[in-house]
């Protein structure tokens, strides 16, 4: 795949390393709280401080979220898996070693689909899911140099995603994270909050470049501290232009170059060399003699397939599909989350045409929950109630000026629209004989209007019946139906004045 507009002769290759964080009530090998934005050091026990003599229990709610989210990913799953001890120093680990999977991950060779930009789809390639626990967290002191050790994460559910290294440019690098997190929270197995650090990632990126006949591999680097998916897009482009320049530099010499670990500095736009990429023998892993292993069984499979509902990728298909609405807006209603597809569902089965359900939910409601900071849970109109509203619209009984007003009020008093068109008296009026005694009324009492519409060509001649329409609905407080209303004005400025409309 050609990965760069300029004709450059490499190919870009990148593969991710996702961490994300289980939607469990506890810790994985202890009873403490999962929760984060808790006073530091108050969901800690002696097991996840590591104490001497204490015993480790796997939470079976966590491997169950795992399993549907490697279930979910297509990956193979193992019937036998166990558990290592990954060793290292760090302060924010207090036992010195981290309980992860090494040689026998639950998980292994699966794929995501993600869609491309010609509008079709491609498959990166999943290597391993596996679970570990998190580690604490520092907190640095902003002056004076101190640090101090929050460890309520410590001990707590992590999900290690890593792809094979499949994707060809930073766009589709960012393309896997957003299909992914969308599928993860979509199967309820993370918030994926990245602010929160419930979803990490980091990257290891090289070049395939093109020279003297023959593809050579710059030395693989991996990028960390990318807290944004917009900052994995700008690092990865970042680091491809730094490795073709180095290429460039120091080309010959490349092979004796070692694997690098570089952070990228979100204010400069730069990746920043850090130390040495450790190999896996740095860390002396061996089996966790205090946990046994996991043997999945064809009933716990059943039970985890069973729980998996349909991908947003279907149900973006079937909404466009079974509700007729344009691809875009289905797109849109399946990224907005589970919930708001639900609602919309919901809300369009009460409708004669689905379309109107889609335009109300991504302009009315949409703006409604960005204004008040709600997300659909929150909102306080239920689908029901809307569909009752706006099917009103589809049955000409009010029009969409007023059915915007009666919407206000729901949201604030969560009354029946009926009874707030009945009390308003907002009733469409679309009587034909009606409105033509208003429009005759109106053009009787501005004759300046009529002299305009003769005198002005064109476009402005039509914005005169524009001006004329807005003094009907003025008259009618808003409850006129507009087109009968466009029909009539129409006719009564062309038969009045004898000139055409345009
Ligand atoms: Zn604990």
Redesign the pocket.
Known sequence: MATSTEATPYTIVIGLEVHVQLLTET?LF???RNRFGDPPNT???????GMPGVLPVMNQKAFQLALRAAVALNCQIARFTKWDRKNYYYPDLPKNYQISQYDLPFSHDGYLEIPTADGGTKRVGIIRVHLEEDAGKLLHAERGGKSQVDLNRA?TPLLEIVTKPDMNSPAEARTFLEELRLLLRYLEVSDCNMQEGSLRCDANINLHVQHNGQTVATPIVEVKNMNSFKAVEAAMAYEARRQYEEWLRTGAKLGEVPKETRGWDENRAVTVSQRRKEEASDYRYFPEPDLVPVVVSEQMLQEVRSQIGEFPAQRRLRLAAEYGIPEYDARVIVELGKAFADYFEQFARGLENPKNASNWMLQDVQRTLNAKGWTIEQFPVRPEKLADLVSRIERREINTHAAREVFAEMIESGRDPGAIIAERGLTMVSDEQQLKAIVDQVLDENPKVLEDFKKKKGKKRKQVAGFVRGLIMRQTKGRADAALVERLVNEALVARTGVPLE
């Open positions: 810790k202890c009873g403490c969901n800690v026990c002696p097991i996840c401080l001990g």
